[in-house]
């Protein structure tokens, strides 16, 4: 367990899956593994939402601090949102600003120290990347162009993951939250945080491993803007998420 100065008395990771049984194992252990490393209580949030898979088969299995919900929504935006207002209640939080938030992706895997470098960033709202640590389902080519587009310079990053993101609890229901959008919930999000001039700290280093699968959960998402680089001419070039 590190020891800081903590910032924050408890943390909140939500998780929103739709038919992720293969991937959720390996989710919830890494994210158990990055909550040891923390002094105070982390609590985490899966939500399926219009799961037929036997996802829910895995509830218990990851102890008593990883609670499962289900929802009917068929929108990622309202998952993760229905995530927050489950941990809202459970955790009967008040808007103190002592809460951090924090959420990823079923098919996505954190590194050990990702919630302690969140919570010690000193921002209102921390953002990471993602890295594809195995190329199953494009080809090299892809790969590399995938490669070439995503790679910033400098200290910070342009990219927006629903992957890799965390923010103050207060200040998440003091913009409103996540909303039911068809596609780019996290974007409007961090937006929204601009607007009310809020502090982001766009952290290039705090990498968050995910899969390079090609059937999309969410319109827009990852896995459309790999397969439109599958489709994108060797001369072109695509605008990297």
């Known amino acids: 367990m590190t020891s800081f100065d903590a910032p924050f008395s408890q943390v909140v990771v939500v998780v929103p899956a739709h038919n992720e049984r293969e991937h959720l194992p390996q989710c919830l252990r890494a994210l158990t593994t990055a909550g040891l490393c923390l002094p105070m209580p982390v609590t985490i949030v899966v939500v399926l939402d219009s799961c037929d898979d036997g996802s829910e088969a895995l509830a218990g299995e990851f102890g008593p601090d990883v609670h499962f919900i289900s929802v009917d929504a068929g929108n990622v935006g309202a998952t993760r949102a229905a995530g927050f207002e489950y941990a809202r209640t459970l955790c009967g939080e008040e808007l103190t600003g002592d809460t951090w938030y924090a959420t990823t992706d079923a098919d996505s895997v954190v590194d050990a120290d990702w919630l302690v470098r969140m919570v010690a960033a000193d921002a209102d709202m921390v953002l990471g990347?993602?890295?594809?640590?195995?190329?199953?389902?494009?080809?090299?080519?892809?790969?590399?162009?995938?490669?070439?587009?995503?790679?910033?310079?400098?200290?910070?990053?342009?990219?927006?993951?629903?992957?890799?993101?965390?923010?103050?609890?207060?200040?998440?229901?003091?913009?409103?939250?996540?909303?039911a959008l068809r596609t780019g919930e996290d974007v409007e999000l961090v937006e929204r945080f601009e607007r009310a001039q809020l502090s982001i700290h766009r952290d290039r280093d705090l990498s968050v491993a995910t899969s390079d699968r090609r059937d999309a959960r969410a319109p827009g998402g990852f896995a459309d803007h790999l397969r439109k680089l599958s489709r994108t001419p060797r001369t072109g070039k695509a605008k990297a998420s």
């Open 129 to 179: 990347v993602v890295r594809v640590p195995n190329w199953r389902n494009f080809s090299p080519a892809v790969a590399r162009r995938y490669l070439s587009n995503y790679r910033s310079r400098g200290p910070g990053h342009r990219h927006v993951h629903g992957a890799n993101m965390g923010f103050r609890a207060d200040l998440y229901w003091g913009v409103g939250g996540f909303r």
